[in-house]
């Protein structure tokens, strides 16, 4: 397992972690994902610990805490083998402190995921969404004190835009605050938005990316293809519309090249998927989910070995799309490109 720096962190990350959504699923998105009990968790844990995946992301909003609670009892007993990874500020309940991000509700939040996973601290805490109703500084200022305090080791955001996160950088900045290293985000193959803002933001600040739903919400495992119509028993007919929607002429063409090019090394198509995730810039760990040990065994295969410049070209020209504006012209015209070239592969 190859392990890289957690954003301008010196903390060490494997380029593969485990996404235990899949833990007690319930509700309507989270029991299509998986309902993995202790006992599977365990073995599941097991098998990340002996591929050296140590690093172990959840929430407290999947399965109303269940995940959080299920991934403390499969690590009990090994706390100190492991890197957890958990996020807070999407609604938990209908109060009115029962969402955001301010002061109250992230101390109650820190609090409640540190007994639900039966640990002293969390190795990587992330805002789970932006909070306008909450000064910045009060977010950031909070989240210093329990880094002070010892129950946060480090800190990111997931689903932030651009300037939200400067936003709060600068206010770090500013007030000697601890500063967010790391950006959990939606990055595939057939959604590569990442790269027109939070990729150039996360190299010149320090953000590593822990990339989430990295087979574009499940619609690159290999059983989708212009051949092969959504499957009667995919997660898709029930959980399409909670996730990133992708064009079916655009999934439709990364699946060929995909096709192609695990056609040529061996391997399966979520594999390869994963592969060109791991070679992209900026990118700390993809976050792999799996609901049995198959599943798990398969997407760990994407480690240990590397595309060709000529297959990684293949997929970066079937997968890419016309950047929104102000980005276009940086990409079409040769003296915009001079300005602001793009970050190497």
């Not at 397992?1 to 301008?8: F, K, N, T, V």
């Not at 109303?64 to 500020?89: F, H, M, P, Y």
């Not at 910045?136 to 480090?154: A, F, I, P």
């Amino acid at each position: 397992m190859e392990y890289r720096s957690l954003g301008a962190s010196g903390l060490k990350v494997p380029v593969i972690s485990f996404g235990a959504g899949t833990f007690g699923g319930s509700g309507p998105l989270f029991s299509h994902w998986g309902t993995t009990d202790v006992e599977e968790a365990r073995r599941l844990v097991d098998i990340c610990l002996e591929a050296g995946v140590n690093l172990f992301d959840t929430a407290d909003v999947y399965s109303n805490g269940a995940s959080e609670d299920v991934l403390g009892q499969a690590i009990k007993g090994r706390r100190n083998e492991v890197l957890i990874s958990t996020k807070a500020s999407l609604p938990t309940g209908d109060g009115a402190n029962d969402w955001g991000s301010s002061r109250a509700r992230l101390i109650a939040s820190v609090e409640a995921a540190l007994k639900r996973l039966d640990t002293d601290h969390i190795d990587i805490f992330q805002l789970h969404a932006f909070d306008a109703s909450t000064p910045v500084e009060e977010v950031v200022s909070t989240l210093d004190r329990l880094v002070q305090d010892g129950k946060l080791r480090y800190i990111g955001v997931s689903n932030f835009s651009g300037w939200q996160i400067m936003k709060s950088l600068a206010a770090a900045e500013k007030n000697g605050w601890t500063r967010y290293v790391a950006n959990q985000v939606y990055y595939s193959l057939v959604g590569r938005d990442y790269e027109w803002d939070l990729m150039p933001l996360g190299q010149d600040q320090g953000l590593g990316a822990l990339v989430w739903s990295p087979l574009g919400w499940g619609r690159l495992t290999g059983k989708i293809s212009r051949s092969k119509p959504i499957p009667a028993e995919s997660r898709l007919h029930e959980t399409a519309d909670f996730g990133p929607p992708v064009a079916e002429d655009l999934l439709y063409k990364v699946v060929d090249a995909l096709e192609e090019v695990a056609a040529e090394t061996g391997k399966t198509v979520p594999q390869v998927a994963i592969n060109w995730l791991i070679g992209r810039p900026t990118v700390s760990s993809v976050i792999i989910g799996a609901r049995n040990e198959e599943q798990l065994r398969q997407n760990l295969g994407a480690v240990g070995w590397s595309l060709s410049a000529d297959q990684v070209a293949k997929l970066d020209a079937a997968s890419t799309v016309t950047a929104p504006y102000p980005h276009f012209p940086y990409r079409r015209q040769e003296a915009f490109a001079r300005l602001n070239p793009p970050l190497a592969g």
